[in-house]
């Protein structure tokens, strides 16, 4: 059982590039997140998903985009990467019990150049 | 609207004595509450969860935290902290928002234990 997957682990890119995280949940859950880590702000909630084929904004969703086109799934997209990006990305996912805790990947280095 | 507050940045205590991370609440509903550990270069991992059975709830490692409905804190304490508490921890609410669940996580409270 493998839980929740990102890849890649890390990546640098320059400006204006564009890239695609991969979250993979293997635990058959309903609902999935991306959040951005910054020091001193704790973790950010971009998109999230509470089923297939469904997405939805967070509380800081601008220049990024998601897909969720199958369940185990969720896709972060960055079209054209500004260094206001650079930070940690985290998937998580949970079953959509009540009280359920969220299952997090091991995350994502992401600089932008 | 919902919101989790970490009152405090930075933590710093001797090992072997109490430790204390105060976490307040705003929610429109009866939340479910939660505390994460993320150590150094790791993943987050759940430490406790409320679940409205016990306002006293134990989670791993010796941590423990009291919902307090009045005060809407749900601070997390340890009774005698030792060096491989050294971490971030976060605490989170979650709670419905437009028909939606949403989960806020607080800002972090990085905790040394200094030997």
């Known amino acids: 059982n493998a839980g929740v997957t990102q890849t890649p682990k890390f990546r640098v890119l320059k400006t204006g590039q564009s890239m695609t995280l991969l979250c993979a949940q293997d635990m058959n859950h309903e609902y999935m997140y991306w959040y951005r880590q910054d020091p001193g702000m704790g973790l950010r909630l971009i998109h999230y998903?509470?089923?297939?084929?469904?997405?939805a904004k967070g509380e800081v969703p601008d220049g990024y985009n998601v897909s969720r086109l199958k369940k185990q799934n969720f896709l972060l997209g960055l079209e054209s990467a500004a260094p206001s990006q650079t930070s940690v990305y985290f998937c998580?996912?949970?079953?959509?019990?009540?009280?359920?805790?969220?299952?997090f990947g091991s995350g994502t280095q992401l600089s932008v150049l | 609207a919902q919101s989790v507050t970490q009152l405090d940045s930075h933590v710093s205590v001797s090992e072997g004595t109490p430790v204390l991370l105060r976490c307040n609440y705003s929610?429109?509903?009866?939340?479910?509450l939660f505390w994460y550990v993320q150590h150094p270069n790791k993943g987050l991992q759940l430490l406790l969860k409320?679940?409205?059975?016990?306002?006293l709830v134990k989670g791993i490692n010796g941590f423990e935290a009291e919902f307090k409905k009045s005060e809407t804190s749900f601070h997390l304490t340890k009774p005698s902290a030792h060096m491989s508490d050294a971490a971030e921890y976060f605490c989170?609410?979650?709670?419905?928002?437009?028909?939606?669940?949403?989960?806020?996580f607080g800002t972090g409270t990085k905790l040394q234990v200094i030997p």
């Open positions: 409320y679940t409205s059975a016990a306002t």
């Open positions: 998903s509470v089923g297939e084929g469904t997405t």
């Open positions: 998580a996912s949970r079953d959509g019990r009540a009280n359920e805790k969220l299952f």
């Open positions: 989170v609410v979650r709670g419905t928002s437009g028909g939606y669940q949403k989960v806020t």
């Open positions: 929610s429109s509903y009866s939340p479910s």
